[in-house]
């Protein structure tokens, strides 16, 4: 690798968002991440969310010294990088509750407040192996965290809820990523939109589907993760979705969207 090669230059950096809460981001971090780490496919989740779900998720106590915020503060100079041991090369930078403080902090540090993550990432140590994919779990608002992820990332995925109001809420977040290729990181992909939690039940949430399919066309993924209470479950057991239920339709459906992604080489 020449000295001009940035470290990560060939790394995936992406940013799951949605300003709505609940729509399933940090489910779809916690089991894609996995499941691409067992396709070894090194990957790094680094929890942005105050509520610290992927980190617990994973059975990891947010309490790491220094914090995340610490860290994007520049107070210290590398995160902690925790490995999660069931699954080689799956590692995670947890997040921390003091990260409330972002939204005000951020902005009185001396560097530009909206790339403290892409700094981060971009002084993690170089690995003889690099991650090969990089996972930014966003809050539910399109605040001081999400725009560093906006910054610093390659792509955005964007998890939506199969309900009524799906598509508003779709148009929405499709104007920030606008605004964030314009202004910000004009080098950010749409990785794709990813419905979840559809009640196969109902003709709702096929009506759902449709729609933005016909909207969004080809950049919805092919796969479609159903509403399955084993998803619900495995984060209070520390586990991904699949080594709680393997036989699991929430299982099943998201090693079909890491062959989805694997197949298509994204
Ligand atoms: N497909 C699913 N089926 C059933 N429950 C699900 C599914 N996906 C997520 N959940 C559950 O719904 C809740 C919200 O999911 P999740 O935490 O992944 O959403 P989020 O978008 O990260 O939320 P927030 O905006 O608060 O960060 C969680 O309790 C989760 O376990
Ligand atoms: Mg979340």
Same mark, same amino acid.
């Given at each position: 690798?020449?000295? /001009?090669?940035?470290? !990560?230059?060939?790394?995936?950096?992406?940013?799951?968002?949605?300003?709505?809460?609940?729509?399933?981001?940090?489910?779809?971090?916690?089991?894609?991440?996995?499941?691409?780490?067992?396709?070894?496919?090194?990957?790094?989740?680094?929890?942005?969310?105050?509520?610290?779900?992927?980190?617990?998720?994973?059975?990891?106590?947010?309490?790491?010294?220094?914090?995340?915020?610490?860290?994007?503060?520049?107070?210290?100079?590398?995160?902690?990088?925790?490995?999660?041991?069931?699954?080689?090369?799956?590692?995670?930078?947890?997040?921390?509750?003091?990260?409330?403080?972002?939204?005000?902090?951020?902005?009185?540090?001396?560097?530009?407040?909206?790339?403290?993550?892409?700094?981060?990432?971009?002084?993690?140590?170089?690995?003889?192996?690099?991650?090969?994919?990089?996972?930014?779990?966003?809050?539910?608002?399109?605040?001081?965290?999400?725009?560093?992820?906006?910054?610093?990332?390659? !792509?955005?995925?964007?998890?939506?809820?199969?309900?009524?109001?799906?598509?508003?809420?779709?148009?929405?977040?499709? /104007?920030?990523? +606008?605004?964030? +290729?314009?202004?910000?990181?004009?080098?950010?992909?749409?990785?794709?939109?990813?419905?979840?939690?559809?009640?196969?039940?109902?003709?709702?949430?096929?009506?759902?589907?449709?729609?933005?399919?016909? !909207?969004?066309?080809?950049?919805?993924?092919?796969?479609?993760?159903?509403?399955?209470?084993?998803?619900?479950?495995?984060?209070?057991?520390?586990?991904?979705?699949?080594?709680?239920?393997?036989?699991?339709?929430?299982?099943?459906?998201?090693?079909?969207?890491?062959?989805?992604?694997?197949?298509?080489?994204?």
């Amino acid at each position: 690798m020449s000295e /001009e090669t940035p470290e !990560h230059s060939q790394t995936r950096i992406i940013a799951v968002a949605n300003q709505k809460g609940g729509v399933g981001k940090t489910t779809t971090v916690i089991n894609l991440g996995a499941n691409l780490a067992t396709s070894e496919k090194r990957t790094l989740v680094i929890d942005l969310d105050p509520q610290c779900n992927a980190s617990s998720g994973l059975g990891f106590e947010p309490t790491e010294e220094p914090t995340l915020l610490e860290v994007l503060l520049e107070e210290a100079d590398q995160p902690t990088i925790l490995s999660f041991e069931t699954i080689p090369g799956l590692d995670v930078i947890t997040g921390s509750p003091d990260l409330v403080g972002a939204e005000k902090l951020l902005p009185q540090a001396g560097s530009d407040p909206l790339q403290a993550v892409n700094r981060m990432i971009q002084k993690l140590p170089n690995q003889e192996n690099p991650y090969e994919y990089i996972f930014l779990d966003c809050p539910p608002s399109l605040g001081m965290l999400t725009l560093n992820a906006f910054s610093a990332a390659t !792509h955005l995925m964007i998890p939506v809820q199969a309900e009524y109001f799906a598509l508003e809420g779709l148009t929405s977040i499709m /104007e920030s990523l +606008q605004v964030a +290729q314009a202004r910000m990181n004009e080098d950010l992909n749409l990785y794709g939109i990813l419905i979840t939690m559809m009640d196969l039940r109902t003709n709702l949430s096929r009506q759902v589907e449709a729609e933005i399919r016909n !909207h969004y066309g080809n950049k919805v993924f092919r796969t479609t993760i159903p509403r399955n209470v084993r998803l619900s479950e495995a984060p209070s057991h520390a586990l991904p979705v699949t080594l709680y239920d393997f036989w699991s339709s929430g299982a099943k459906a998201y090693m079909e969207l890491t062959k989805e992604i694997l197949r298509n080489g994204s």
